[in-house]
């Protein structure tokens, strides 16, 4: 048989495999907290109109898998000398942290009146 006209079969074999390699699907589920606030994470206030934040904090699979996908480690002063690993992008707007006992949370937010994204955490 020529190779030739195995060639598109290939594809359309190892294409589903791929496909399922990567968890494309639907939503999962995640366990997650949220806080509404105004002001900033270390001074919060009432949140208002025109000063509207949420922060998320996600633990669990969720986290794992995200702390996973931004690697490597970074260093950082909150979690320095406990074993606790960090990871971060966006400017530190995304936050994941792996404690010692393998637990995993990420945080991050949002601005909801300009939509930016923010910080979710603090030390």
Known sequence: MNIQRLYPL?????LPATL?????GPYRQATASYWIYGGELGDP???TSKDKKIAFSIEGDAAKRIFE???PDKKDVCSEGSETRFRS?????????????????CNFGFDLVSGKS????IC
């Open 10 to 14: 290939f594809f359309v074999l190892v």
């Open 20 to 24: 399922a390699a990567d968890d494309l």
């Open 45 to 47: 206030i009432t949140s």
């Open 69 to 71: 996908a931004i690697g």
């Open 89 to 105: 992008r966006d400017n530190e707007n995304l936050t994941c942290t792996r404690s010692k006992e393998n637990t995993y949370t």
């Open 118 to 121: 923010i910080g979710g955490s």
